[in-house]
């Protein structure tokens, strides 16, 4: 149990275009997603925190016009990369938390796959 | 502001101990989880300290002392499989309610 899946797994684009990203928990309840950016040989650096039915709460650096999350649902949330440039290429990862998984102590989050972006 | 320390490379061959450290200052801090990640992968949850002491999962174990805000997971007769960059994250609390904050990670390289 606690599988949370990403959607696509890798994508390529345009400069200027808008890339959507889909998050899921496939067997449990996400109360809360998280959005993780990864640039390569790097550590995860939060992006936001989004609860289900509210406003995504953005960390500190992070356009959230640039960035728009939308978690309509207790298991799916979308980040969508709005005029992406090729400084936004990095590797997208989300994670979930919430009611039903089987979560190890601590409150601990499931990551999905994550999701590679190139921007040409 | 938050800030973890990791070693950025540790080197060790099959069969052998390795210990990587983690020191950390954080506000909100309520635990120290530990994270592994193989290239191209998704991080895997491997161990969690919310108290002082010592937890064993198989051949993992991992340490905290929150006194010293510091922390250590311990990897046990080492394979070529677990060769893979390991996240030491604090787990704390701010306005937006329970989060993780992740160090820049170890990458651990076992030699036959």
Redesign the interface.
């Known amino acids: 149990g606690a599988v949370v899946s990403q959607h696509p797994s890798w994508v390529i684009c345009k400069s200027g275009t808008s890339v959507k990203i889909e998050c899921r928990s496939l067997d449990f309840q996400a109360t ?1 997603m ?1 959005w993780y950016r990864q640039f390569p ?6 992006m936001a ?1 989004s ?1 289900e039915g509210s406003k995504a ?1 953005y960390e500190q650096g992070v356009e959230k016009d640039k960035f728009l999350i939308n978690h309509a649902s207790l298991t799916l949330s979308t980040l969508t990369v709005t005029s992406a440039h090729p400084e936004d290429s990095s590797f997208y ?1 989300c ?1 979930a ?1 919430g009611l039903g998984a089987r979560d ?11 999701t ?1 972006l190139t921007v040409l | 502001g938050q800030s973890l320390e990791q070693p950025s490379e540790v080197t060790a061959v099959e069969g052998a101990i390795v210990q990587i450290n983690c020191t950390y200052q954080t506000s909100g801090f ?2 120290l ?1 530990w ?1 592994q990640q193989h290239d ?6 491997l161990s ?1 300290n ?1 108290l002082d002491g010592l937890e064993e999962t198989g051949r993992f174990s991992s340490f905290l002392s929150r006194s010293d805000s510091y922390g250590y997971l311990l990897l046990q007769e080492l394979q070529m499989k677990d060769s893979a960059s390991y ?1 030491c994250a604090v ?1 704390r609390n701010n ?11 170890t ?1 651990l390289m076992v030699k036959p």
Request: aromatic share 18%.
């Open positions: 809360t998280f040989k790097q550590s995860l650096m939060l925190t609860n709460t990862i994670s938390r190890p102590p601590g409150d601990t989050q499931y990551f999905g796959p994550g590679r | 309520y635990g989880s994270y191209g992968g998704a991080p895997t949850f969690y919310a996240f787990n306005n937006a309610g329970n989060m993780l904050t992740f160090g820049g990670g990458r």
